[in-house]
């Protein structure tokens, strides 16, 4: 039996002191293009907690999940600097600054990497399954997943509800990069679904010019240890066209929620195969509404630049269809915008797009859909988890509070080098963690 109340979450990664146009990731075309920029942290954590307001004032159970410790120490040392902080810091900038903007990366704000979740819902023994995500591709990533599994923990601690499994062996042959190429679809949120998991390569295949991040076996890996019946999973190749158009996830290309597969034309290798697979796996459980994005109606260029379907769909309190909640980017491409206002205009599933204000994310490749983990939970598994990260207005005061008094408006990368700004990042961060009660993980 279904039940009516369950949710599905979303845990947005709050952007951390230290967010920088590193121009760390190769086949991010954003990540590229904005390279060296001034970065605004403050800027993007308030839009950040403006999206995470909007949502929880629209009736949605918003969470966070906060930065996680930068700079990393641990990572220059293993690279032989050695002494204080500021002599680590000094060093580091002289002879291996891609490496110090690695060490400073503020990338764990793009939560949609963080893990790969299964509700309790479709799992064999009944607990809801989190796996994090080795993001063993790109080194700034690569490094995130022992600090976020920690983090997970103090989040989804009870043992009887929820499993965190640590991430999958850091090799090529694994990797993974989490809910980004993951989609799960059903009837209603609380009932069993059907789980796409969404590959670049086969594992033993080597990336391509653009590097695939995700791998077949990492997802088959994920499923297995996840408990999902094999007859509700479906392995679905993204398009090699897409990856080297910039589609670096396949949450750039498509999304999907409930029975609803909103996707662009070239996203998939074979369309036809991966929408007859959903459909026989999901035979009892619901009818397939899928949502194709003609090529000849917004080419993948317009789609990539504008994050189309890197938005959030939301089955919004009050409203009979989907909302996709999409960046301000989208409104401003010509070919996005006119799509979005034919789509509502028409009667499929979704009825109603939303704009919103992630700029500062998005200049590093980071729509709406990125910056949230989406979690589906029964009342239960919402009563059993961390309280204070679930969020209510006086707790989004709290943290915006911290982020006006501590984060910088303006960073450089020249501002890397100086223990001071290290030092600062070290005390926002413990001043968030106070807020939600997480010390711990100081
Ligand atoms: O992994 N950008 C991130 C963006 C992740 C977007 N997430 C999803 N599509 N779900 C990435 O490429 C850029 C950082 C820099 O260049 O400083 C970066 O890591």
Redesign the pocket.
């Known amino acids: 039996m279904s039940d009516l109340k369950t949710v599905e979450v979303n845990f947005d990664g709050l952007i951390g002191p230290s967010h ?6 190769a086949g ?1 075309l954003a ?1 590229a293009a904005n ?1 060296g920029d001034i970065s605004n942290p403050r800027e993007g954590a308030l839009q950040g907690l403006e999206k995470m307001r909007h949502l929880l004032r629209a009736g949605f159970t918003q969470g966070v999940l906060l930065p996680l410790p930068r700079p990393n120490f641990d990572l220059l040392v293993a690279a032989g600097f050695s002494g204080s902080d500021g002599e680590i810091l000094a060093a580091a900038a002289k002879q291996a600054p891609r490496l110090l ?1 690695a060490a400073y ?1 503020a ?1 764990s704000m ?1 939560a ?2 963080a893990a790969t979740i299964s509700p309790s819902a479709d799992t064999s023994d009944g607990r809801l399954h989190l796996t994090a995500a080795n993001l063993s591709t ?1 080194l ?2 690569s490094f995130e997943h022992p600090d976020m599994v920690a983090n997970l923990i103090a989040v989804f601690g009870e043992p009887d509800k929820f499993a965190v499994h640590a991430a999958l062996p850091m090799h090529s042959d694994f990797a993974d990069e989490g809910a ?1 190429n993951h989609v799960r679809l059903c009837s209603e949120h609380g009932a069993s679904g059907v789980e796409l998991f969404v590959y670049g390569r086969n594992s033993q295949q080597a990336a391509t010019n653009f590097p695939a991040r995700q791998t077949r076996l990492a997802g088959e890996s994920i499923a297995r240890s996840h408990g999902v019946d094999a007859s509700r999973t479906v392995f679905a190749q993204q398009s090699k066209a897409a990856i080297e158009a910039g589609a ?2 396949n ?2 290309v498509c999304v999907g929620t409930l029975n609803t597969l909103f996707f662009h034309e070239l996203a998939f290798e074979n369309t036809e195969e991966i929408l007859t697979d959903i459909r026989r796996a999901a035979s009892g459980l619901f009818d397939l509404k899928p949502v194709m994005v003609a090529q000849a109606e917004v080419p993948i260029e317009d789609a990539i630049g504008s994050y189309l379907f ?1 938005s959030q769909l939301l089955q919004w309190p009050g409203e009979d269809r989907l909302v996709l909640l999409a960046p301000l980017e989208t409104q401003e491409t010509e070919s996005t915008r006119a799509y979005c206002e034919r789509l509502v205009a028409g009667n499929g599933p979704i009825g109603r797009v939303e704009y919103i204000d992630v700029r500062q994310s998005m200049r ?3 729509g709406p ?2 910056l949230r983990l989406r979690v589906v939970m029964t009342p239960d598994e919402v009563a059993s988890c961390h309280p204070d990260s679930l969020l209510d207005e006086r707790r989004i005061d709290a943290l915006q509070a911290v982020v006006k008094r501590m984060y910088r408006d303006q960073l450089s990368s020249a501002d890397l080098a100086d223990v001071d700004f290290a030092n600062e990042c070290r005390a926002a961060r413990e001043a968030l963690l106070d807020v939600l009660h997480l010390s711990e993980l100081a």
């Open positions: 920088n146009y590193g121009g760390m990731s991010n990540s390279s903007r990366s990338s793009w949609a990497n790109m700034h990533r980004a670096f996830h949450d750039v890197n590093n490749g980071g859909a990125c």
